[in-house]
């Protein structure tokens, strides 16, 4: 039985807590490989297809023109995706200090980006955004959390956190769009295991819950190792019914939530999915190297991790205000 919202205690205080901490320094010592060294990688075409799978997102909610703002940047893996759907302006946050640097630098080296970006290290989720973003009251039309915001459900303040600051930085209309890990299909995993196990793996990741009596709300932490990327990293189930509600609170509907499988199947098999604004999916799958010139893909291992995430989208339809 899930505890109602209102069941939940809250806990902590809105700061950089331990968990957060242990976050920033697994990203901030992850070592940034070259081209070579990532096209060896043993999730190459894993990282092909989750980037595939942004770009899709990315394409089908951004206008030209637009403005954004990535809550969890990274090392600026989306720049060139951003670039291609000619956007005007990009702000950058990150709570990995060294990934800030990187996604700059990368920048820095872009010939000819058509956009012009910030960077700023910032604890999203525990923080407003307010601490370092200039101007204040910056608003976006697109907010991406890609692959990132499972971290704010350590607890029910993080997550009132995060959407306040989605929502204060977000246009009317705008929309809030990411990746996350899907929590009905970790659960399944979870429930299918025998007797006492909490973990379950194969060649290229593992997943470690603590215990699989309860199903809290928020705090619902595992562990993630994957290969060449994370070494046992905590992270917390996303429970989708309680996002909805929540963000609903911060003047945002839901337009979808799809597990990435699906998202690929609908993409490519829908004409007017396939193919929008000058951009042809199915043809990006072999320009992102998703399928190689050889015509190999994902391997099985592989393909059973992808399935682990979903795409979402949400539009703000309502003002929101914190005073
Ligand atoms: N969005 C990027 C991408 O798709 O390439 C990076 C994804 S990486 C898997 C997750 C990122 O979330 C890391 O860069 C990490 O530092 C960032 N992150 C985790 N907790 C955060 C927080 N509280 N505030 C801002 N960023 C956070």
């Keep these: 039985q899930q ?7 809250i806990v902590d205080k809105p700061s950089y807590s331990k968990i957060a901490k242990q976050v920033a320094d697994h990203y901030n010592t992850r070592p940034q490989f070259g081209i070579e060294k990532r096209q060896e990688s043993t999730i ?13 997102l990315i394409g089908r909610h951004t206008d030209r023109n637009d403005k954004v703002l990535d809550m969890g940047c990274g090392k600026g893996g989306d720049l060139r ?12 946050m ?6 800030v640097e990187q996604a700059q630098d990368r920048y820095e080296k872009m010939r000819n980006p058509g956009f012009k970006a910030r960077f700023y290290s910032q604890d999203c989720y525990g923080r407003p955004l307010t601490d370092t973003i200039q101007p204040k009251d910056y608003k976006a039309n697109i907010v991406s959390l890609q692959f990132c915001m499972h971290y704010a459900f350590e607890t029910e303040v993080k997550v009132r956190q995060m959407l306040q600051n989605v929502s204060n930085h977000l246009e009317i209309g705008g929309r809030f769009v990411g990746t996350i890990p899907d929590c009905y299909w970790m659960v399944k995993k979870l429930r299918s295991l025998k007797g006492d196990q909490l973990e379950w793996s194969n060649s290229v990741y593992k997943v470690r819950f ?4 309860k199903y809290p709300v928020f705090g619902h932490k595992y562990w993630f190792t994957l290969k060449d990327a994370l070494d046992d990293c905590p992270e917390y189930l996303v429970h989708f019914p309680t996002f909805i509600k929540l963000a609903r609170e911060y003047g945002m509907e839901l337009l979808y939530r799809t597990p990435s499988h699906q998202y690929y199947m609908e ?3 829908t004409p007017q999915l396939n193919n929008l604004k000058g951009q042809n999916y199915r043809n990006l799958l072999f320009r992102m190297n998703v399928i190689d010139e050889m015509g190999r ?11 682990l995430y979903l795409a979402f989208a949400f ?5 929101w205000s914190s005073s």
């Design 3 to 9: 505890p109602t919202l209102e069941e939940q205690t």
């Design 44 to 56: 190459f075409h894993l990282r092909a297809f989750n980037n595939w799978i942004k770009s899709v």
């Design 81 to 92: 995706k951003w670039q291609k759907v000619n956007i005007r302006e990009l702000v950058g």
């Design 94 to 99: 990150d709570i990995a200090q060294v990934s």
């Design 210 to 213: 603590e215990q699989k009596s």
């Design 267 to 269: 993409t490519i098999s």
């Design 297 to 307: 893909g994902p391997s099985p291992d592989e393909w059973e991790v992808t399935g």
């Design 315 to 319: 539009k703000k339809v309502r003002h």
